[in-house]
């Protein structure tokens, strides 16, 4: 097997960003520990604790140590290690030989370090459409990259074809597809994973260098058995020589932290040496250090201490179930008749939100309407769609919430 | 006087990120508070309230609204005229129109907004040197500019004339410069403010455009009652209509919360409007946006509500005393005798840290003997400079320090 270089894969940027060795963090870090240090960049109190405000600090449960130091770079070591281990719990396919995890501010920034690091300005990303708005934000407004969007769907299924074909033309050897699910903003989960990877196989098999983001914020929240329960990171990680599989994701979602601003990089290919994994862990500590400096300790120890809780389990399977009944009550409701004349629900089973593609109303007056009319928020994606958040919407509220939009509809149409 | 465009400091990436209005931020803005409400991208149980786990929560002593949901993208509304509150107590002299500040992720993300909205790749940055390595990584590695540097000192004092006279000769019209005062590494506060701040005038009357970045992330901890008290971006914020001056700043050191990455980015110029103001924070908040889509809810009630605890003023008044002590005690050793042969220290007032300038001994050499002979850390900066950290040794161990760094220096002398 050709060895690859990681540079087939890395952007222009992505080849200058390393991480500083022998700069002052190493220093600081070959420092820890010794009687006397005067390399640290932070305060300490005549004792070594951290110089703090008891104002702030009686806000926490923790030790000042977990609050107000710097985190490393790359995130706390226990963290990332244990991130990986409930990845392996819940990917029990995963390949032996992944990168560790790297900690970023959040699932956007893991976006943000992967559009800086594998795209230049004017390379092509390939996506699939509906997605969320603020890929654009990230990739082209702040990298300078190009989204590519393809319809997610062709006869009611994920379209891998179309998406293949559209790579296949790109004139560039070194594709970028991002993917993202479960799906913002349908709530769909691709059942078509295995032809989606035999296609990206065969693109690979013909020379091309793919790398493949997977977006896994809403990883975990399938609501149908028969869907795939693993990521198509597990898959992609072991496909070709010539793919380099991404995984983003974080406690956003899956643990309920939304506002802590928690995510993870983590990388994995067939061909991928220790030497290379370490390369990219410490070029996207490179990203973080020069963006961000470090990500919050504290977020990091809540999210640490959450994951070691000995009713973890249990409270997110309840958080878990509720979501399903959500679901399932807005799955009952929208495939009544009444609805058929005026949109069309796309295929959902998983996520946050579901999706209506509206037949002949506007999306803005839909949503304008239903929130002077009827007091009921919900989102306009485009002329065509609405997005219905359901995890937000107490359960017993979801028949007026319909109601409401079906009333929207006859209004609008009258 | 005519009115300037805000297209003439922004750099080309800066003119195409702006808020994304009318986005998914809006319209959930637009539906917040109303009777259903199925625009939320969190999850919420059946009484409206964040879908959480327990684990996490027991942590934090903090209603649930203040630690898990998204923060708004511009930062926490009450947090941001709180900090300018704060900045407009710390700095009499600061105009009435200043931006109000937009929260960042800390202070390196505030530098990296600003690399990323106001240059452009190849663009140069001018800064003094010595300067704090991390800004290559953020402005050169990340986002491409090109840093000049500037010797700091010319027989003792900030040579203002040598910077104004290399941003003279730059051949671009729009010249951004990156000042940090109190200064790291060499923990200087210039004196020289007004033949800065005329100098620069005059630049602008000559016709240049300028940027002028203030990373005041010490700022607040100068030792010498003598020395300007206020941050130079009060004077910048009103001193000619071509320049626009930014505030970089944070919670990092201010307030002793290294960990919770809470920073602040703020806009000062002569002739700025107040919708030129706010197209700025807008900007801002796209690159937040774009980057890690919002900042940590928790940190910034953390540190909202220890500005506002009634012993915030004595706490932090009593850390700075303790800074002070051991920044006398440090200045006392070091002007004895015995390490005149050694070494220079550079010129220092303020901050965290002090900077020795070695006459002969490599400064790597002098590092890795002190930290494998003495057991004792401190930074090698380049090829002849020391970086100590007085901040973080306790002050009955600096006699101690500096005993071992004199013995290092008669090691590798003899």
Redesign the interface.
Known sequence: MRRMSLHSWLSE?GK??SF?HG??VT??A???G???????????????V???????M?????PLEE?????STHGIESLRNEWLRHMRLKNPSLPASVSTPVVT?????GL?ACA?LFTDPGDAVYIFSPYW??YR??FE??W?ATLHAIPLFHEGRMDVESLCTAIQHSSSTHKVLLLNFPN?PTGYTAVEYESLCASLSDEAERGSTLTVLCDDAYFGLTYDDALPQESLFARLANLHERVLAVKIDGAT?E???????VGFLTFGGKATTKEMYTDLEDRVA??V???????????QH??L??LR?S??AR??QR?KE??RKRFHRSQDILVQGRFARFCTLLPCNSG??LCLQLHHLDAEAV?RHL?EQ???????LGQDKVR??????????LP??YD?LHKTFCDLSS
Chains 1, 2 share one sequence.
């Open positions: 940027r200058r960003i500083p700069g002052i220093q600081t070959e420092a820890r010794k009687p006397i240090n005067a390399t640290i960049g932070i305060a300490l109190d005549e004792e070594g951290p110089l703090h405000l008891p104002s702030l009686r806000l926490v449960n923790l609050v107000l130091p710097y985190a501010a959040g699932i956007t920034h943000s800086c708005g603020n934000q990230t407004k702040l300078g913002n979602k643990e309920y932290a939304w506002g802590l601003r490179g990203f250090r020069g963006d961000v400096s470090n990500c919050s300790q504290l977020s809540l999210v201490r959450t809780s009713t973890y409270e997110k958080n509720l979501l946050y939100f949503r929130l009827y007091d009921t928020g919900i989102v306009a219905i958040a359901f995890s937000s919407v107490p359960t017993e509220q007026l919430l409401n």
